[in-house]
């Protein structure tokens, strides 16, 4: 069956940096956009960034655009999402996700999900 197991999260201070990965089974990596999305306490899913198969195009929510930085290696099936200059704001549950339509900004646009890793930056 698919699997995508989030790791990499943690706890941080406001300025720092976060590597999260995204590792990919069960499923033709290539074939699939992959994307991150976030969800804090209370709120809905959000979407954070996504690339498409390739990795040849990417695209990004404004909150984080020129902060993160999404990437993604074929050969090892894994996606990840480099998170600099962290805000308190950016504290969520950060979920990969793989799925067909691009640019995948919503929840319902993505076929499979991982479990999600905690992200936690404090002031």
């Known amino acids: 069956q698919v699997q995508l197991v989030e790791s990499g999260g943690g706890l941080v201070q406001a300025g720092a940096s976060l590597r999260l990965s995204c590792a990919a089974s069960?499923?033709?990596?290539?074939?699939?956009?992959m994307g991150w999305l976030r969800q804090a306490p209370g709120k809905e899913r959000e979407f954070v960034a996504a690339?498409?198969?390739?990795?040849?195009?990417?695209y990004y929510a404004d909150s984080v655009k020129g902060r993160f930085t999404i990437s993604r290696d074929n050969a090892k099936n894994t996606v990840y999402l480099q998170m600099n200059s962290l805000k308190p704001e950016d504290t969520a549950v950060y979920y990969c996700?793989?799925?067909?339509?691009?640019?995948?900004?919503?929840?319902?646009?993505?076929?499979?999900w991982g479990q999600g890793t905690q992200v936690t930056v404090s002031s």
């Open positions: 996700a793989a799925g067909n339509y691009w640019p995948p900004t919503r929840a319902y646009e993505y076929d499979y």
């Open positions: 069960g499923l033709t990596f290539g074939s699939y956009a």
């Open positions: 690339i498409r198969r390739s990795g040849g195009s990417t």
